[in-house]
Protein backbone atom coordinates (compact mmCIF):
# COMPACT_ATOMS: atom_id res chain seq x y z
CA UNK A 1 0.00 0.00 0.00
CA UNK A 2 0.75 3.67 -0.60
CA UNK A 3 0.95 4.72 3.33
CA UNK A 4 4.04 1.35 3.58
CA UNK A 5 6.31 3.77 1.41
CA UNK A 6 6.45 6.39 3.92
CA UNK A 7 7.36 3.75 6.81
CA UNK A 8 10.69 2.31 4.76
CA UNK A 9 13.04 2.45 8.00
CA UNK A 10 10.52 0.99 10.46
CA UNK A 11 11.59 -2.73 9.80
CA UNK A 12 15.17 -2.25 11.19
CA UNK A 13 13.54 -0.74 13.99
CA UNK A 14 11.27 -3.11 15.25
CA UNK A 15 13.21 -6.28 13.45
CA UNK A 16 15.98 -5.80 16.45
CA UNK A 17 13.41 -7.09 18.76
CA UNK A 18 11.85 -5.92 21.90
CA UNK A 19 13.50 -7.18 25.59
CA UNK A 20 10.51 -8.39 27.69
CA UNK A 21 8.72 -12.17 27.21
CA UNK A 22 6.46 -13.75 28.94
CA UNK A 23 3.10 -15.79 29.81
CA UNK A 24 -0.29 -15.02 28.12
CA UNK A 25 -3.44 -16.61 27.81
CA UNK A 26 -4.33 -18.87 24.92
CA UNK A 27 -4.44 -17.36 21.40
CA UNK A 28 -6.83 -17.84 19.09
CA UNK A 29 -4.69 -17.67 16.39
CA UNK A 30 -4.00 -14.29 16.12
CA UNK A 31 -0.61 -12.64 17.79
CA UNK A 32 -2.41 -9.51 18.71
CA UNK A 33 -6.24 -9.33 19.15
CA UNK A 34 -8.03 -6.00 19.25
CA UNK A 35 -11.42 -5.02 20.00
CA UNK A 36 -13.69 -2.04 21.20
CA UNK A 37 -14.98 1.05 20.12
CA UNK A 38 -15.82 1.36 16.50
CA UNK A 39 -14.90 5.18 16.20
CA UNK A 40 -11.32 4.17 17.37
CA UNK A 41 -11.57 1.12 14.70
CA UNK A 42 -10.33 2.99 11.58
CA UNK A 43 -6.96 4.09 13.04
CA UNK A 44 -6.26 0.68 14.77
CA UNK A 45 -7.35 -1.20 11.40
CA UNK A 46 -4.52 1.21 8.97
CA UNK A 47 -2.31 0.07 11.67
CA UNK A 48 -3.33 -3.15 11.00
CA UNK A 49 -3.39 -3.13 7.51
CA UNK A 50 0.63 -1.46 7.69
CA UNK A 51 1.76 -4.00 10.10
CA UNK A 52 0.96 -6.95 8.02
CA UNK A 53 2.43 -6.05 4.77
CA UNK A 54 5.44 -5.02 7.04
CA UNK A 55 5.65 -7.95 9.42
CA UNK A 56 3.60 -10.57 8.00
CA UNK A 57 4.42 -13.11 10.27
CA UNK A 58 2.59 -10.44 12.71
CA UNK A 59 -1.02 -11.74 13.08
CA UNK A 60 -3.80 -8.53 14.06
CA UNK A 61 -7.30 -9.29 14.38
CA UNK A 62 -9.33 -5.92 14.94
CA UNK A 63 -12.81 -6.14 16.35
CA UNK A 64 -15.49 -3.39 16.80
CA UNK A 65 -18.15 -4.48 19.45
CA UNK A 66 -18.44 -0.79 20.67
CA UNK A 67 -16.09 0.47 23.79
CA UNK A 68 -18.39 -1.13 26.51
CA UNK A 69 -18.25 -4.37 24.33
CA UNK A 70 -14.54 -4.38 24.28
CA UNK A 71 -14.08 -3.36 27.60
CA UNK A 72 -16.26 -6.50 28.66
CA UNK A 73 -14.15 -9.15 26.68
CA UNK A 74 -10.78 -6.74 28.23
CA UNK A 75 -11.67 -7.21 31.45
CA UNK A 76 -11.77 -11.13 31.23
CA UNK A 77 -8.47 -11.29 29.36
CA UNK A 78 -9.77 -12.18 26.32
CA UNK A 79 -8.11 -9.61 24.13
CA UNK A 80 -4.97 -8.08 24.18
CA UNK A 81 -5.87 -4.31 23.32
CA UNK A 82 -9.54 -2.44 24.11
CA UNK A 83 -9.84 0.25 21.73
CA UNK A 84 -11.58 3.00 23.56
CA UNK A 85 -13.08 6.54 22.62
CA UNK A 86 -13.62 7.06 26.39
CA UNK A 87 -12.11 6.27 29.53
CA UNK A 88 -12.32 3.51 31.50
CA UNK A 89 -14.86 3.36 33.96
CA UNK A 90 -15.26 2.37 37.20
CA UNK A 91 -16.97 -0.94 37.45
CA UNK A 92 -14.66 -2.01 34.12
CA UNK A 93 -11.63 -1.56 36.12
CA UNK A 94 -13.06 -3.23 39.22
CA UNK A 95 -13.87 -6.27 36.89
CA UNK A 96 -10.34 -5.91 35.62
CA UNK A 97 -8.66 -5.78 38.90
CA UNK A 98 -11.17 -8.87 39.81
CA UNK A 99 -9.48 -11.09 37.18
CA UNK A 100 -5.95 -9.77 37.88
CA UNK A 101 -5.55 -8.05 35.08
CA UNK A 102 -3.02 -5.37 34.68
CA UNK A 103 -3.32 -2.46 31.87
CA UNK A 104 -2.17 1.23 30.76
CA UNK A 105 -3.34 2.95 28.21
CA UNK A 106 -2.17 5.36 25.32
CA UNK A 107 -3.72 8.75 23.88
CA UNK A 108 -4.09 7.98 20.45
CA UNK A 109 -5.90 10.83 18.54
CA UNK A 110 -8.44 13.45 18.86
CA UNK A 111 -11.80 12.75 17.66
CA UNK A 112 -15.14 14.81 17.44
CA UNK A 113 -18.66 13.61 17.62
CA UNK A 114 -20.37 14.59 14.28
CA UNK A 115 -24.06 15.95 14.35
CA UNK A 116 -25.65 14.95 10.33
CA UNK A 117 -28.44 15.14 8.38
CA UNK A 118 -29.68 14.22 5.55
CA UNK A 119 -28.34 16.46 2.80
CA UNK A 120 -31.92 17.52 1.58
CA UNK A 121 -32.15 18.92 4.84
CA UNK A 122 -32.44 22.88 3.54
CA UNK A 123 -34.05 23.90 7.04
CA UNK A 124 -31.44 23.28 9.56
CA UNK A 125 -27.62 24.17 9.75
CA UNK A 126 -27.09 24.53 13.29
CA UNK A 127 -28.14 23.33 16.71
CA UNK A 128 -27.21 24.38 19.81
CA UNK A 129 -26.52 21.73 23.10
CA UNK A 130 -29.91 22.28 24.68
CA UNK A 131 -31.85 21.16 21.47
CA UNK A 132 -29.89 18.42 21.21
CA UNK A 133 -30.56 17.40 24.66
CA UNK A 134 -34.21 18.33 24.61
CA UNK A 135 -34.20 15.70 21.02
CA UNK A 136 -32.35 13.04 22.82
CA UNK A 137 -33.72 12.90 26.59
CA UNK A 138 -36.52 10.56 27.61
CA UNK A 139 -39.73 11.58 27.56
CA UNK A 140 -38.77 14.26 24.87
CA UNK A 141 -41.46 16.07 23.89
CA UNK A 142 -39.71 16.87 20.75
CA UNK A 143 -41.70 14.74 17.95
CA UNK A 144 -41.42 16.44 14.60
CA UNK A 145 -38.88 19.24 12.79
CA UNK A 146 -41.75 21.84 13.87
CA UNK A 147 -41.18 21.05 17.45
CA UNK A 148 -37.92 22.58 17.29
CA UNK A 149 -38.78 25.93 14.96
CA UNK A 150 -42.08 26.84 13.53
CA UNK A 151 -40.92 27.63 10.24
CA UNK A 152 -39.45 23.90 9.71
CA UNK A 153 -41.12 20.80 8.35
CA UNK A 154 -44.17 19.24 10.26
CA UNK A 155 -42.19 15.89 9.91
CA UNK A 156 -41.07 13.35 12.70
CA UNK A 157 -37.34 13.34 13.05
CA UNK A 158 -36.09 9.45 12.53
CA UNK A 159 -33.35 9.59 14.93
CA UNK A 160 -30.41 7.31 14.70
CA UNK A 161 -27.47 6.95 17.27
CA UNK A 162 -24.75 4.61 18.87
CA UNK A 163 -26.10 1.83 21.23
CA UNK A 164 -25.09 1.38 24.89
CA UNK A 165 -21.73 -0.18 24.55
CA UNK A 166 -20.80 2.91 22.09
CA UNK A 167 -18.48 4.63 23.82
CA UNK A 168 -19.55 7.50 21.81
CA UNK A 169 -23.00 6.87 23.57
CA UNK A 170 -21.38 7.48 26.73
CA UNK A 171 -19.76 10.91 25.35
CA UNK A 172 -22.34 12.51 23.72
CA UNK A 173 -24.97 12.00 26.72
CA UNK A 174 -22.29 13.36 29.66
CA UNK A 175 -21.68 16.20 27.19
CA UNK A 176 -24.97 16.86 26.06
CA UNK A 177 -28.07 15.27 28.80
CA UNK A 178 -25.51 15.74 31.83
CA UNK A 179 -25.68 13.21 34.78
CA UNK A 180 -29.32 12.55 35.69
CA UNK A 181 -30.80 12.66 32.63
CA UNK A 182 -31.51 9.70 31.26
CA UNK A 183 -31.91 8.91 26.87
CA UNK A 184 -34.84 8.17 25.02
CA UNK A 185 -35.74 5.27 23.68
CA UNK A 186 -37.16 3.90 20.48
CA UNK A 187 -34.92 5.33 17.90
CA UNK A 188 -32.38 3.14 15.53
CA UNK A 189 -28.84 2.53 17.21
CA UNK A 190 -26.47 0.67 16.32
CA UNK A 191 -22.24 0.09 17.51
CA UNK A 192 -21.87 -0.16 13.82
CA UNK A 193 -21.58 3.20 12.63
CA UNK A 194 -21.77 2.78 8.86
CA UNK A 195 -25.42 1.74 9.87
CA UNK A 196 -25.87 5.32 11.38
CA UNK A 197 -24.75 6.91 8.30
CA UNK A 198 -26.65 4.61 5.59
CA UNK A 199 -29.94 5.37 7.76
CA UNK A 200 -29.51 8.88 7.63
CA UNK A 201 -28.18 9.37 3.51
CA UNK A 202 -31.65 7.38 2.99
CA UNK A 203 -34.23 9.61 5.34
CA UNK A 204 -34.50 13.12 4.89
CA UNK A 205 -35.89 13.96 8.37
CA UNK A 206 -32.88 12.00 9.85
CA UNK A 207 -30.90 13.42 12.37
CA UNK A 208 -27.92 11.14 14.06
CA UNK A 209 -24.64 11.26 15.34
CA UNK A 210 -21.51 9.15 15.20
CA UNK A 211 -17.59 9.73 15.02
CA UNK A 212 -16.05 12.70 13.00
CA UNK A 213 -14.22 10.35 10.38
CA UNK A 214 -17.30 8.40 9.39
CA UNK A 215 -18.81 11.89 8.44
CA UNK A 216 -15.53 12.77 6.51
CA UNK A 217 -15.80 9.19 4.87
CA UNK A 218 -19.57 9.72 3.53
CA UNK A 219 -19.21 13.46 3.55
CA UNK A 220 -20.76 13.53 0.25
CA UNK A 221 -23.99 11.46 1.98
CA UNK A 222 -24.35 13.64 4.64
CA UNK A 223 -24.67 17.41 6.09
CA UNK A 224 -22.89 18.01 9.06
CA UNK A 225 -24.33 20.87 11.61
CA UNK A 226 -22.79 23.23 13.57
CA UNK A 227 -23.24 23.25 17.19
CA UNK A 228 -23.91 25.86 19.73
CA UNK A 229 -22.65 25.26 23.32
CA UNK A 230 -25.10 28.18 24.07
CA UNK A 231 -22.55 31.20 23.55
CA UNK A 232 -24.12 32.07 20.11
CA UNK A 233 -20.93 30.96 18.31
CA UNK A 234 -21.94 27.38 16.56
CA UNK A 235 -18.81 25.66 15.60
CA UNK A 236 -18.66 22.89 12.76
CA UNK A 237 -16.22 19.90 13.40
CA UNK A 238 -13.19 19.97 11.32
CA UNK A 239 -9.37 19.02 11.74
CA UNK A 240 -8.86 22.55 12.93
CA UNK A 241 -11.88 22.97 15.37
CA UNK A 242 -11.43 19.56 17.15
CA UNK A 243 -7.42 20.60 17.55
CA UNK A 244 -8.31 23.52 18.73
CA UNK A 245 -11.21 22.36 21.11
CA UNK A 246 -13.49 24.90 19.85
CA UNK A 247 -15.60 22.27 18.52
CA UNK A 248 -17.31 22.17 22.51
CA UNK A 249 -18.41 19.97 24.23
CA UNK A 250 -18.42 17.16 21.64
CA UNK A 251 -14.49 16.90 21.17
CA UNK A 252 -12.92 14.07 23.05
CA UNK A 253 -9.64 12.07 23.21
CA UNK A 254 -9.25 7.98 21.76
CA UNK A 255 -7.34 5.87 23.48
CA UNK A 256 -6.47 2.09 23.28
CA UNK A 257 -5.71 0.35 26.37
CA UNK A 258 -2.94 -2.54 26.60
CA UNK A 259 -3.52 -5.42 28.74
CA UNK A 260 0.33 -5.56 30.20
CA UNK A 261 0.53 -9.25 30.54
CA UNK A 262 -0.32 -9.59 26.92
CA UNK A 263 2.23 -6.75 26.38
CA UNK A 264 5.26 -8.92 27.86
CA UNK A 265 4.89 -10.81 24.32
CA UNK A 266 7.33 -9.09 21.65
CA UNK A 267 5.19 -8.91 18.87
CA UNK A 268 2.17 -7.30 21.08
CA UNK A 269 5.02 -4.79 21.77
CA UNK A 270 5.93 -4.49 17.85
CA UNK A 271 2.42 -3.72 17.34
CA UNK A 272 2.10 -1.39 20.18
CA UNK A 273 5.30 0.13 19.12
CA UNK A 274 4.12 0.55 15.48
CA UNK A 275 0.63 2.34 16.85
CA UNK A 276 2.54 5.02 19.14
CA UNK A 277 4.42 5.67 15.70
CA UNK A 278 2.40 5.56 13.00
CA UNK A 279 -0.37 6.95 14.59
CA UNK A 280 -0.12 10.75 13.87
CA UNK A 281 -0.04 9.96 10.28
CA UNK A 282 -2.67 6.82 10.11
CA UNK A 283 -5.36 9.35 12.80
CA UNK A 284 -4.92 11.99 9.89
CA UNK A 285 -5.07 9.97 6.87
CA UNK A 286 -8.90 8.37 8.24
CA UNK A 287 -10.18 11.05 9.88
CA UNK A 288 -9.06 11.88 12.56
CA UNK A 289 -6.69 14.94 14.64
CA UNK A 290 -3.05 13.67 15.60
CA UNK A 291 -2.90 13.85 19.44
CA UNK A 292 -0.16 17.15 20.50
CA UNK A 293 3.75 16.77 20.17
CA UNK A 294 4.17 16.72 23.99
CA UNK A 295 1.52 13.61 24.26
CA UNK A 296 3.23 11.97 21.64
CA UNK A 297 6.56 12.24 23.68
CA UNK A 298 4.32 11.29 26.72
CA UNK A 299 3.67 7.61 24.92
CA UNK A 300 7.04 7.28 23.41
CA UNK A 301 8.10 7.96 27.12
CA UNK A 302 5.41 5.56 28.54
CA UNK A 303 6.10 2.76 26.49
CA UNK A 304 9.89 2.77 26.98
CA UNK A 305 9.58 2.33 30.89
CA UNK A 306 7.20 -0.45 30.04
CA UNK A 307 9.92 -2.44 27.97
CA UNK A 308 12.37 -2.02 30.52
CA UNK A 309 9.92 -3.43 32.94
CA UNK A 310 8.43 -0.59 35.13
CA UNK A 311 4.64 -0.72 35.01
CA UNK A 312 2.82 2.39 35.12
CA UNK A 313 -1.07 0.96 35.47
CA UNK A 314 -2.93 3.92 35.00
CA UNK A 315 -6.17 3.85 36.79
CA UNK A 316 -7.34 1.39 39.77
CA UNK A 317 -11.13 0.97 40.66
CA UNK A 318 -11.20 3.60 42.77
CA UNK A 319 -9.48 6.11 40.45
CA UNK A 320 -11.16 5.03 36.85
CA UNK A 321 -14.09 7.52 35.22
CA UNK A 322 -17.69 6.66 36.89
CA UNK A 323 -20.36 4.83 34.64
CA UNK A 324 -22.11 7.81 32.50
CA UNK A 325 -25.74 7.99 31.60
Given at each position: MERLQRFGSLALVLS????ITGCRRPSSGAD????????????TE??????????????????????GGGMKKFGKGEIDICDASREIKSGEAEVCKENGITYDHFMVAYDGIAVCVNPQNDWCDTLT?????DIFKLDSPI????????AWPDEEIK??????????YDSFNEQVLGKGTKIRTGYTQSEEDNVLVNGIAQEKYALGYFGFAYYVENESDLKVLAVDPGDGNPIKPTMETIREKTYAPLSRPLFIYVNLDSFKEPKVQQFVKFYLDHTAALSKEVGYVPVAEEIAIENQDKFSKLTSGGSEETESS???SEPNA
Open positions: MGLAVQVDGSSTVYPIAVAEEIRDAFPDIRVTVAKSGTVEQLKKTWKDLNELYGPGADSGTEEA
